[in-house]
């Protein structure tokens, strides 16, 4: 049933006149009619006796009026809550996080909601990059801060950051005490290697670091663990080996207890964190969400293909 014949009954209804009803609604005459017999045609019924003064409602117009009006609010009421949605949805912005980077979002966010505080945050953890990438490619992301790889074909991703490689170990080891490492003083310590499709441009950055050092460490596999859970902080506590990973440092004003993270110091030893977004996006909040990025970190503004084809987690 189109809504307009329901208007045009209801219309005609109320001034008793085609003519008058038409003016009312600023169509002509005959549309409404036209509306008014096929909506007679539809039902099956005659809404309204024709007169040289005008019409009048028949038994079976009247008894509809009360429906036809209880329908016109229903649809109004449909329409408008779908304008106030449409609303909230061009104000609401979904932005994905990688691991240990909430201070740099948070700060982006603060001015950002400076400038344009009638927006809406929604945050989401994109820890794991493949998982990110397809958010992002089917609208559930807005944006993400995070750590390649990205999905160069569908996404730009530009680095505001370069981020340290880390060192976790045992507060107990005599590095503990020092301000940061070099990958030679690693050279005896057992590496700790979680699975490599957690963070695959971290992994094989860390590996490529030992071979410019000239060093092959001992590695061990640590399925299922890593500096970022309980079972990999027990590994390193323990003394069982170390890590090298990152964001470890932001995740807390204090690293965990008994553990140690000191920045690795050698050429190289950092990982871009880029702000990523759709090459085909036209959102105005976007729009505005990246020129905050751009005031705050003003690299440059061309979106740039990160270091390595293959990268960590947007963790």
């Known amino acids: 049933m189109d809504f307009r014949h329901v208007r045009?009954?209801?219309?005609?209804?109320?001034?008793?006149?085609?003519?008058?009803?038409?003016?009312?609604?600023?169509?002509?005459?005959?549309?409404?009619?036209?509306?008014?017999?096929?909506?007679?045609?539809?039902?099956?019924?005659?809404?309204?006796?024709?007169?040289?003064?005008?019409?009048?409602?028949?038994?079976a117009g009247g008894r509809l009026l009360d429906k036809a009006r209880t329908l016109e609010a229903a649809a109004s009421d449909?329409?408008?809550?779908?304008?106030?949605?449409?609303?909230?949805?061009?104000?609401?912005?979904?932005?994905?996080?990688?691991?240990?980077?909430?201070?740099?979002?948070?700060?982006?966010?603060?001015?950002?909601?400076?400038?344009?505080?009638?927006?809406?945050?929604?945050a989401s953890d994109a820890y794991c990059w493949e998982d990110a990438n397809e958010q992002l490619r089917n609208h559930a992301l807005d944006v993400m801060?995070?750590?390649?790889?990205?999905?160069?074909?569908?996404?730009?991703?530009?680095?505001i950051i370069q981020e340290p490689i880390q060192c976790v170990l045992s507060a107990e080891h005599p590095l503990a005490r020092r301000k940061s490492v070099r990958i030679r003083d690693l050279a005896d310590q057992t590496l700790l290697l979680y699975e490599r499709h957690m963070a695959p441009v971290l992994y094989d950055r860390v590996l490529d670091l030992y071979a410019r050092a000239g060093v092959t460490p001992k590695t061990v596999a640590t399925p299922g663990a890593g500096p970022f859970n309980n079972a990999g902080l027990m590994m390193?506590?323990?003394?069982?080996?170390?890590?090298?990973?990152?964001?470890?440092?932001?995740?807390?004003?204090?690293?965990?207890?008994?553990?140690?993270?000191?920045?690795?110091?050698?050429?190289?030893?950092?990982i871009d964190v880029c702000v990523a977004y759709r090459k085909s996006e036209t959102s105005p909040l976007v729009s505005r969400f990246l020129e905050c990025v751009w005031q705050l970190y003003p690299q440059e503004r061309t979106a740039v293909a990160v270091r390595g084809s293959r990268g960590t987690g947007a963790a």
């Open 8 to 59: 045009a009954f209801i219309a005609v209804a109320d001034a008793l006149s085609v003519t008058r009803a038409a003016e009312r609604l600023h169509i002509s005459q005959p549309p409404l009619s036209r509306h008014i017999h096929q909506l007679e045609h539809e039902l099956g019924v005659i809404l309204f006796t024709r007169h040289r003064q005008g019409v009048t409602l028949t038994d």
């Open 78 to 122: 449909f329409y408008e809550a779908a304008k106030h949605s449409t609303r909230l949805d061009s104000n609401r912005l979904s932005i994905g996080i990688g691991w240990g980077l909430w201070d740099i979002m948070n700060g982006i966010r603060v001015e950002f909601l400076k400038q344009y505080s009638y927006a809406t945050i929604q």
């Open 145 to 159: 801060l995070a750590r390649p790889p990205f999905d160069r074909a569908v996404v730009n991703a530009v680095p």
């Open 236 to 270: 390193v506590a323990s003394g069982t080996g170390i890590y090298l990973c990152l964001g470890i440092a932001h995740t807390s004003p204090q690293p965990a207890s008994g553990v140690a993270v000191l920045p690795v110091i050698d050429a190289g030893a950092t």
